[in-house]
């Protein structure tokens, strides 16, 4: 599925959804599972299993070459003990989307129009909140207080859109999401004072079990993202 748009300069924009994270999650379980293999079979390796703990990085998370290899381990605890504590689907979803820049598309959205309602400050930088919905009604309220345009009728409408789309997504998180119970490992693990192959194995291989359970759920959300993207859009030259 893809969604068009049209840019500031006239030119069309496409937001590739389903391909994309079909593909980020196929890969992300392939090679998750080819390096799983030869983490097994090679137990008593320790060089190996350093170059296998980098690739495992690289999957999740982020291997930063500029620090040592004990930096990056540490690093990556943090990252499966926080993981493996997580409860909420929410929080599964946004961890997913985080970790694959899938917010970049919404933030870039979002800091082209703060541009255009500051014009007295370039905004080259946002952080979105955990709670994406709440970073929408922020923006709605920003929107809603551009006095200069309050009798414009098509910014009115472009308004309401954008507070139906943005109250659609609410409402499917709300109905359909938040109901889910994830799979949960039931044993109890401190991967910060544990951290072995096979607790590892245990929280990945927990890790993309959920991420494929909940595909459908983050296909669903990613679309209501970007037609709530295509809607912020519509503001630019109105601004």
């Known amino acids: ?18 391909d994309k ?10 090679t998750y599972n080819l390096y799983k293999k030869k983490y097994l ?11 296998v703990n980098k690739q ?8 930063d070459d500029t ?3 004990n930096y ?5 605890k943090i990252y499966l003990d926080n993981l493996f504590k997580i409860n909420s689907i929410i929080d599964y979803i946004n961890v997913f989307f985080i970790e694959n820049n899938l ?13 255009k309602l500051f014009k007295d400050y370039k905004i080259e930088h946002i952080e ?12 709605i309220h920003l929107l809603k207080n551009e006095t200069n345009l309050n009798d414009n009728e098509l910014y009115n409408e472009l308004i309401t859109k954008l507070n139906e789309d943005i109250n659609e997504l609410n409402n499917y998180i709300i109905q359909n999401v938040s109901i889910i119970k994830l799979k949960k490992l039931e044993n109890s693990i401190n991967i910060l004072e544990n951290y072995t192959e096979s607790n590892i194995i245990l929280i990945l291989d927990e890790y993309i079990n959920n991420i494929k359970f909940i595909k459908g759920n983050i296909l669903k959300i990613d679309s209501l993202i970007n037609i709530i993207i295509e809607d912020i859009y519509k503001f630019y030259n109105l601004l």
């Open 21 to 30: 994270i079909e593909s980020i999650i196929n890969e992300k379980e392939i």
């Open 72 to 76: 990056n381990i540490y690093k990556f």
């Open 67 to 69: 620090k040592n290899y």
């Open 128 to 139: 979105l909140n955990n709670n994406y919905y709440l970073d929408l009604l922020i923006l």
């Open 41 to 51: 079979n090679n137990k008593n390796s320790n060089k190996f299993l350093n170059h």
């Open 1 to 18: 599925m893809s969604i068009e748009i049209i840019g500031s300069n006239g030119n069309k924009l496409k937001l590739i959804t389903e």
């Open 103 to 115: 917010f970049n598309k919404l933030n870039s959205a979002i800091i082209k129009i703060l541009n």
């Open 56 to 63: 495992l990085i690289n999957i999740f998370s982020y291997y």
